[in-house]
Nanobody, 115 residues
Framework: QVQLVESGGGLVQPGGSLRLSCAASGNIFSIHAMGWYRQAPGSRRELVAA???????NYGDSAKGQFTISRDTAKNTVDLQMNSLKPEDTAVYYC?????????WGQGTQVTVSS
């Protein structure tokens, strides 16, 4: 199992940018992939972006061209750079880590895009 701690959420105006960061601890060598999901009120949790241990990136349809996922293997962190934010990007963003026998989630960080 791994433990995940997110940071970087907050309130931003439309068109602005935010950078989310997720720090992993515990059995980090067992991680196959890490990613970001989001859940808006009344909606299902959806994939934003993910990156495998081999560096392959996968983006959800809502994130393509707007968000960028990156990782720092030395710091055991995965970041999500979010640009050109829109009100519909408002949601709780969750960090996720998958291993062979587990699927771990962070506590979530609120992102609100509003003027």
């Amino acid at each position: 199992q791994v433990q995940l701690v997110e940071s970087g959420g907050g309130l931003v105006q439309p068109g602005g940018s935010l950078r989310l960061s997720c720090a992993a601890s515990g059995n980090i060598f067992s991680i196959h992939a890490m990613g970001w999901y989001r859940q808006a009120p009344g909606s299902r949790r959806e994939l934003v972006a993910a990156i495998t241990s081999g560096g392959t990136k996968n983006y959800g349809d809502s994130a393509k061209g707007q968000f960028t996922i990156s990782r720092d293997t030395a710091k055991n962190t995965v970041d999500l750079q979010m640009n050109s934010l829109k009100p519909e990007d408002t949601a709780v963003y969750y960090c996720n880590a998958r291993g062979t026998f587990y699927n771990s989630w962070g506590q979530g960080t609120q992102v609100t895009v509003s003027s």
